[in-house]
């Protein structure tokens, strides 16, 4: 199993990114997938999930800035983020589950300053 996320980086306030997270080594259209994330000095704060017959779930931190998807055909899930806030820096993860195991890519940064 491997998840590979991309997209991070350096944005201002009020800008926007968009997160990939390429996978491979398991039958990707039968699971639920996540956007997990872990800011400086905080624990794992869950961001939004997607079935793959299209039913999304959000926190409510990120809800109306941040919509995830995903590309059953290539494999892949999306977090895109708009109207980004200094408190949303933090290393951005994407996962999923199954009965007994739960699996994450490396992360990738997201840093939002001016």
């Known amino acids: 199993v491997q998840l590979a996320e991309s997209g991070g980086g350096l944005v201002q306030p009020g800008g926007s990114l968009s997160l990939s997270c390429a996978a491979s080594?398991?039958?990707?259209?039968?699971?639920?997938m996540a956007w997990v994330r872990q800011a400086p000095g905080k624990g794992l704060e869950w961001l939004s999930d997607?079935?793959?017959?299209?039913?999304?779930n959000t926190a409510d931190s990120v809800k109306g800035r941040f919509t995830i998807s995903r590309d059953n055909a290539k494999n892949t899930v999306y977090l895109q983020m708009n109207n980004l806030k200094p408190e949303d820096t933090a290393v951005y993860y994407c996962?999923?589950?199954?009965?007994?195991?739960?699996?994450w890519g490396q992360g990738t940064q997201v840093t939002v300053s001016s």
């Open positions: 080594g398991f039958t990707f259209n039968s699971h639920y």
């Open positions: 996962c999923f589950w199954t009965r007994s195991d739960d699996y």
């Open positions: 997607m079935a793959n017959g299209g039913k999304t």
